[in-house]
T-cell receptor, first 118, second 116 residues
Framework: ETGVTQSPTHLIKTRGQQVTLRCSSQ?????VSWYQQALGQGPQFIFQ???????GRGNFPPRFSGLQFPNYSSELNVNALELDDSALYLC?????????????????FGPGTRLTVL | AQSVAQPEDQVNVAEGNPLTVKCTYS??????LFWYVQYPNRGLQFLLK??????LVKGSYGFEAEFNKSQTSFHLKKPSALVSDSALYFC??????????????FGSGTKLNVKP
């Protein structure tokens, strides 16, 4: 398998609550990306972190935020949860700087966290 | 903007027959294309990628993909399908420009059904 781990596996929250999802990247990978996969759809890019800084963001509101730690693990935080936030949240890690020719790394995905908002 | 399209929601094939899952792309600059597979309630597993070089790319589990620049396509193929290949397949293109460098754009997915 890929070596990317995510926790928790499943989570149930109610509208208005806040949630934190966690991701440990594959050994040696320094870039972490987060995706939201709604039922029946392809993954949608939320944002990416490289060396503890956000380095790319998709069309998601500011209530979606993240962190990357010195060991390259990462968190996704979602505030003021809405029903439409129910989805599979995927973390992917890759090796290499986002810019330059070394940044051609394949993204390896974790198993995901299934978030249900009631 | 970068994008990929998977025109078929579902592909049905008999075990032992060849399979093709279609993908077309639209990119500015050189395309960096990927195929991933997703089994129920699982994350995405990397199958293969095209960066440069030979137009026929070989990947995991006997899959291969053919890059066609003139048709802007990157179809996934396998000479002989297995029942265990039944899953959801995603084509993706990697953004190589600007702030969203390394962002992957995924297609909507194609469900492959391989029948015994």
């Amino acid at each position: 398998e890929t070596g990317v781990t995510q926790s928790p596996t499943h989570l149930i929250k109610t509208r208005g609550q806040q949630v934190t999802l966690r991701c440990s990247s594959q050994s040696g990978h320094n870039t972490v990306s987060w995706y939201q996969q709604a039922l029946g759809q392809g993954p949608q890019f939320i944002f990416q972190y490289y060396r503890e800084e956000e380095n790319g963001r998709g069309n998601f509101p500011p209530r979606f935020s993240g962190l990357q730690f010195p060991n390259y693990s990462s968190e996704l935080n979602v505030n003021a949860l809405e029903l439409d936030d129910s989805a599979l949240y995927l973390c992917a890690s890759s090796l290499g700087a986002p810019s330059g020719t070394s940044g051609k790394g394949t993204q390896y995905f974790g198993p995901g966290t299934r978030l249900t908002v009631l | 903007a970068q994008s990929v399209a998977q025109p078929e929601d579902q592909v049905n094939v008999a075990e032992g027959n060849p399979l093709t899952v279609k993908c077309t792309y639209s990119v500015s600059g050189n395309p960096y294309l990927f195929w991933y597979v997703q089994y129920p309630n699982r994350g995405l597993q990397f199958l293969l990628k095209y960066i440069t070089g030979d137009n026929l790319v070989k990947g995991s589990y006997g899959f291969e993909a053919e890059f066609n620049k003139s048709q802007t396509s990157f179809h996934l193929k396998k000479p002989s399908a297995l029942v265990s290949d039944s899953a959801l397949y995603f084509c993706a293109v990697r953004d190589m420009n600007g702030y969203n460098f390394n962002k992957f754009y995924f297609g909507s997915g194609t469900k492959l059904n391989v029948k015994p």
